[in-house]
Structure formats: C-alpha cells, structure tokens
C-alpha cells in the first residue's frame, strides 16, 4: 500500500543554517507529493508540491524533488531563519481523491537566534 | 478574504456533554474534512464530505458525527461515545476534480481539552 516516512525531530537548528528533512515514501503509479507546514497554533497550509518524477517544487526559499528513482522528496532550505520554526508534513496522494491522502508523522523545526 | 473559518480556537467538554465544532468555508469548494491531530501521531481522517447531504466516515470516525446541510458548513460533534476527545481538530476544505495534485485548505483549528 501506500505510505510515507519522514525523518523524526524535533529538528534544532541555528539561525542561517542548512536544513534538511528527509521524506521517502512508497507508492504504485506516479503520485503527487505535497509538503506542509502548520505555524505553532495553527492550521496547516502548502508549502510545495511536485507532481512527477523530476520536478523541485519551491517556495520561500524551500525545495524539493521529486525523486522517483529513490522514492524520495526531502525537503531543504539553505539558510533557516527563527520564522521557520513549526511542524512540516510529507504527503502523497495516489488516489486523485484528498480522502486518501497519505500523511507523514510531522518533523518538528526549532531555530535559534 | 476567502478562506475557512473554525470555531471556537479552544472548547472543553464536561464527561458525558456533547460539543459541536463549527467548520465554515467561503471558498466554494465541493470537498470538506476533518482531521484530528495528536502529538506524534500526525494527521487522522474522522469523517469526509464531496457533496451536500452526504459524508462518508474516515479511519477513526467512532465517536463522532457530522452533517453537511449546506456547501459552506460542516459541522463536527464530538459525542460521549468518544472516550478520548482531547485533541487538535482540523477542518479543511478542497475543490472535487479527480486529480492527484488538488490541495487542501485548513482553518486554524480547535483545540478541544475534557474538563
């Protein structure tokens, strides 16, 4: 079946350092995979996607590939500031339906100044 | 603003009370559901929506119920059946087009505590 494995934290880190959060999953077909994030008290929103092997999703200086040959999508940003600190999910759906969203643990992101 | 709007931020049940979560979308999105998040365990489906008076339950819908009256709402009731309620709930909502790259939106949550 359908699953994702992400690395567990909580993840501590240094403001300016690189971070890295590794996600491997495992899949028939060719799933879409999502990164989360959700801010301390919040709700979960987006922060990147891919949907076929090869692809880097991207946003607010965040990156991923979509790497079909390793199932893997882990998740980097070069230079973490303190606003980076939260809880970042791995997700895949196989399905083209959200019910059968497949979701990682979460991987807690502490920075310090 | 579009966006999905729940209520209350923080609720507290007494033992054997019923409380009711208010889930509201003005996103005009089909798809509705709610989460139930513990520390460590992730995000778990409780029960979903596609479409008005239908819902289907999700992996732990035991305790709970929903009803879909409207597109905009989903209501969720955590029951006394349900003998662990103390949890972060998540509502989210998604357009309906069958493809694996559809996202989701969340409200900001619930946290529900037993007094």
């Known amino acids: 079946g359908n699953s994702v494995t992400q690395m567990e934290g909580p993840v501590t880190l240094s403001e300016e350092a690189f971070l890295t959060i590794n996600c491997t999953y495992t899949a028939t077909g060719y799933p879409s995979l999502f990164w989360y994030v959700q801010y301390p008290g919040e709700g979960l929103q987006l922060l990147l996607k891919?949907?076929?092997a090869d692809d880097k999703g991207s946003n607010k200086g965040f990156e991923a590939t979509y790497r079909k040959e390793t199932t893997s999508f882990h998740l980097e940003k070069g230079s973490v500031q303190v606003s980076d600190s939260a809880v970042y999910f791995c997700a895949l759906n196989n399905a083209g339906n959200n019910r059968k969203l497949i979701w990682g643990l979460g991987t807690s992101l502490a920075v310090n100044p | 603003d579009g966006g999905i709007t729940q209520s209350p931020k923080y609720l507290f049940r007494k033992e054997g009370q019923n409380v009711t979560l208010s889930c509201e979308q003005n996103l005009n999105h089909d798809a509705m559901y709610w989460y139930r998040q513990d520390p460590g365990q992730g995000l778990r489906l409780i029960y979903y929506s596609q479409i008005v008076n239908d819902f289907q339950k999700g992996d732990i819908a035991e305790g709970y119920s929903v009803s879909r009256e409207k597109k905009e709402s989903f209501p969720l009731t955590v029951t006394s059946a349900q003998k662990n309620p103390t949890a972060f709930y998540l509502c989210a909502s998604s357009f309906l087009q069958g493809a694996t790259n559809e996202k989701l939106f969340f409200g900001s949550g619930t946290q529900l505590s037993v007094l």
């Open positions: 891919a949907t076929k």
